[in-house]
């Protein structure tokens, strides 16, 4: 082992001449070489740590695309060789993926040749989520919204928070979109997969930003006459209506009991009457996550066009006049 790791440095070493000279293309392809080698060799384990290590170095000195290359190739070794789902092999990607945020023009196929590696190795449709959960705050933190989003939605119980509070910062850099539109991406997409938890956090984290940020226009409900709901206190918005329309769809599911006939399932037809068209462009996309709703919680038979699947992952339209910083537009 002293041995193989003195030989691993002795690469590095290499490389790090190599790139203080502003050899980078020469140590990156040098570096490549050498684990092409090793791979041939059966030597994999000392592959992916020259590779991990190599990226780093190269990441000091902004060299993005050689970055990805190298994070590429050792994600392919794993999928080759079949490296387990675990704490090890995740932390190296975490290692890269923090430096590699940085390079829009890369990460994206290297995000998505790791999350397929988990899928592989785990044997489900989704990978790993904790993975998905880490990708998803980097793309958050570089207002890269709508990519995030698809990450929270399938990641850890951490999750749904993180989405609601990003949301809510996408609706506020949005300025004169209704601040409904976006927590009802989060909301609807979560109950349509029978997350109802998750929409229930999701919901709460929105919630107290815009009532922190908005408190005049924000009603908390009280009293006798007030409608009561176990994901906290309930809201009135006197400036978003569709906002309204969210809470409401939750209330009607937090009572739901299954049956179609229920005054639970009738209250949950009524407020998909009065809003739905009100999503405008959105219209078509809330009707189909509506319909999801409606079956899962309320035992509504309705004949889908898209599989779950799909429904999940339509995405919403843009709002009128986008401002958001560094984000793609919503699609």
Not at 135 to 155: D, M, P, S, T
């Amino acid at each position: 082992m002293e041995a193989s790791n003195s030989r691993i440095e002795r690469f590095l070493s290499n490389l790090r001449q190599n790139l203080v000279d502003g050899n980078y293309y020469e140590g990156h392809q040098e570096l490549r070489a050498i684990a092409i080698r090793l791979v041939k060799q059966k030597k994999h384990e000392r592959a992916i740590q020259l590779l991990h290590l190599g990226a780093l170095e190269l990441s000091q000195y902004n060299q993005w695309g050689s970055v990805a290359d190298l994070a590429a190739f050792m994600i392919n070794i794993y999928v080759e060789e079949r490296v387990p789902v675990d704490d090890d092999s995740k932390e190296r990607i975490y290692d890269i993926f923090e430096k590699l945020s940085t390079a829009t023009e890369y990460y994206p196929r290297v995000y998505e040749a790791a999350i397929q590696w988990s899928i592989k190795a785990m044997g489900n449709g989704i990978g790993d989520v904790l993975l998905h959960h880490f990708i998803g705050c980097i793309l958050r933190n570089k207002g890269r919204y709508q990519e995030a989003e698809q990450h929270f939605l399938v990641g850890t119980p951490e999750s749904p928070v993180a989405l609601g509070g990003m949301l809510f910062d996408w609706a506020a850099h949005a300025e004169t979109a209704d601040y409904g539109v976006f927590i009802a991406r989060g909301v609807l997409k979560y109950l349509a997969m029978g997350w109802y938890d998750a929409a229930g956090l999701c919901w709460r984290a929105f919630i107290a930003r815009l009532a922190q940020a908005e408190p005049s226009t924000t009603e908390q409900r009280a009293g006798d006459g007030a409608l009561s709901s176990k994901l906290g206190p309930v809201y009135r918005s006197t400036k978003h209506e569709l906002v309204n329309f969210v809470q409401l769809v939750l209330l009607a599911v937090e009572r739901a009991d299954g049956a179609p006939t229920s005054p639970a399932a009738r209250a949950f037809g009524q407020i998909r009457s009065h809003y739905e068209a009100k999503f405008g462009v959105n219209a078509a996309t809330v009707h189909e996550l509506l319909d999801a709703v409606a079956t899962e919680y309320f035992g509504v038979v309705v004949q889908r066009q898209q599989s779950l699947f799909d429904i999940v992952n339509t995405l919403f339209a843009p709002p009128a006049h986008p401002a958001i910083a560094s984000s793609d537009d919503m699609d």
